[in-house]
């Protein structure tokens, strides 16, 4: 386990990554299964080892918007925030992926900021990509046409999982963007008309060449 932290989080000192491996647990989320919920109070944070996390905001009716994602390497700066003011969730983080992660109690994380300049670095590296990352998602959801927020999200899509080819499902596009189906569905076929995807069959999504 201390090879694949190393892995993860070169940055960490070798101090810090033998007191993870002394004070922190270890836990695998299933594709689907919520590792963090609305509401609720955090005890300890997430550093993500591997997978792919969701992190969306919710509304009083339960409709859910995609906010950013988590990878390896990675940790979500909101609930850092939460835990260590002790305050509730106002997101929700579910697996997208088989997810492996290392929680960290509360009382460590606060100790560690005053004693290893390594983690402080990456609690302050973790606020400044999460909160550039919502400036761009704010930008497309304020300042955005529906066409120019469905290729910002393909885009995304893509360059997190790495892949051109997309499996996910007009109905799911709508869901993380807050749209209809139809809406979606014939602001994908101007896409494919333009030749920049291609649909394919079992819900598949091919990119051809994605505007900037």
Not at 35 to 47: A, I, K, P, V
Not at 57 to 74: A, H
């Amino acid at each position: 386990m201390a090879n694949i932290i190393q892995e993860k989080f070169p940055q960490f000192d070798p101090s810090l990554t033998e007191e993870i491996l002394q004070h922190a647990t270890f836990h695998t989320f299933e594709p689907g299964e919520q590792l963090m919920r609305t509401g609720q109070y955090f005890r300890s944070t997430m550093l993500i080892l591997d997978g792919t996390v969701k992190v969306y905001r919710e509304d009083d009716e339960g409709n859910e918007f995609l906010m950013y994602y988590l990878q390896g390497g990675q940790a979500c700066a909101l609930s850092m925030i939460c835990a260590t003011r002790q305050q509730a969730s106002e997101v929700m983080a579910k697996a997208e992926t088989l997810v492996n992660v290392v929680s960290i109690p509360l009382e460590y994380m606060d100790q560690w900021m005053l004693n290893y300049r390594s983690w402080y670095y990456f609690v302050l590296e973790s606020y400044r990509m999460r909160f550039e990352e919502l400036l761009q998602t704010i930008d497309h959801v304020v300042f955005r046409n529906m066409d120019e927020r469905l290729i910002f999200f393909l885009k995304r899509y893509q360059d997190t999982h790495q892949t051109n080819i997309l499996t996910i499902s007009n109905t799911e596009i709508a869901q993380e963007l807050n749209s209809s189906r139809e809406v979606i569905s014939r602001l994908m076929k101007k896409l494919s008309e333009k030749g920049m995807i291609r649909l394919l069959k079992n819900a598949q999504i091919e990119i051809i060449q994605l505007e900037a």
